[in-house]
């Protein structure tokens, strides 16, 4: 041990720690960062759609209270956002980050930017509402107008009261093409937000494991795996099977997250879109005690983006929740 002292002696033993610690601090996995044991299996379920509509509002709310659902994200230009902005008022322990919305893919049922049309004219089509679809956005649209509408849909979510955990994107729309990805992980920076991004083994094969460095470096944390398959053709214990094997699959000493979507089957929520069944049956699912419990027996720890927002803000992990819903 003679190395250390002289070591010490030569450069001070203040600075030496320091270097240490600064080792140590970048040694650690995301997981150890947020207060975890090394090998722990960490999890965030998310319901993406809230906002969407009443009977998608009701499915969320119904979701989050029993605690399996730790995390739902709300689509800013949706009718319905006032109904969200209420319920995060009277329920501020709600994790609730924003579903950044760049496309209106119902037929019937539509929605368009919050900046405005005439603000951003490409991302709109000819009766003023968002495309349906994806592959519109980037031939109509730019980078500069998706970037100013989802600047306004933060602000106008932060100037309601939301206290936003992090960003993610609706339909994909600002992760599919590389210059969208790459605006999308900035304006997460200057919000200084978590933001959801694919894990690293789908990133590379897309050519897109730059963007996870680049996200890194910048200090913007982000789940490690993702989970983006839905049972959509599977209904009761076939579902429910369907569900247990995925969560079965949560890989240990990462951070994982799940999206599902949510919706009450309603009138409304069957005229609105097709995937009515799907979603109702998730509620179902996941407002049961014995999901609960499955998740809990499988040893996972369930957080929410708050855990990940307060460590990419202070470089401290949150005190650990007791329970998630209420």
Excluded at 116 to 127: E, S
Excluded at 236 to 248: E, I, N, S
Aim: with cysteine.
């Amino acid at each position: 041990m003679q190395w250390i002292g002289n070591v010490l002696r030569g450069a001070g033993v203040a600075a030496v720690l320091a270097g240490v610690l600064a080792v140590s601090a970048q040694a650690q996995t995301l997981v150890e960062r947020l207060g975890f044991p090394a090998d722990t299996k960490v999890l965030i379920l998310n319901a993406d759609d809230f906002g969407m509509n009443h009977a998608a509002n009701q499915g969320t709310i119904q979701v989050l209270k029993t605690g399996a659902v730790t995390s739902a994200t709300v689509m800013v230009p949706c009718p319905w956002f006032l109904e969200v902005v209420e319920f995060a008022r009277e329920t501020p322990q709600a994790n609730l980050g924003l579903h950044l919305t760049l496309t209106s893919e119902w037929k019937k049922y539509k929605w368009g930017p919050v900046a405005g049309r005439t603000a951003v004219p490409g991302l709109c089509d000819p009766m003023g509402h968002f495309w349906p679809g994806v592959q519109a956005v980037y031939e109509h649209g730019t980078v500069e107008e998706a970037e100013k509408e989802i600047r306004a849909q933060i602000d106008q979510a932060l100037a309601a009261g939301l206290n936003v955990t992090h960003i993610d994107s609706h339909m994909g729309t600002l992760q599919y093409n590389p210059k969208y990805h790459e605006m999308y992980i900035q304006v997460a920076k200057a919000y200084n937000l978590p933001c959801r991004i694919a894990g690293m083994a789908v990133m590379e094969a897309a050519g897109g494991a730059y963007l996870i460095e680049m996200a890194d470096k910048l200090g913007v944390l982000h789940p490690e795996e993702f989970f983006q398959k839905d049972p959509e053709k599977l209904e009761g214990a076939a579902a429910v099977d369907w569900w247990k094997k995925r969560l079965a699959e949560v890989a240990p000493g990462k951070v994982n997250e799940i999206f599902f979507h949510c919706g009450e089957r309603t009138p409304e929520m069957e005229a609105t879109t097709g995937s009515w069944r799907r979603r109702s049956e998730d509620v179902e699912i996941f407002s049961t005690p014995e999901m609960m419990a499955y998740i809990q027996s499988l040893g996972i720890e369930l957080i929410s983006y708050r855990e990940l927002r307060e460590l990419q803000r202070t470089g401290k992990p949150m005190a650990r929740v007791a329970k998630y819903g209420w």
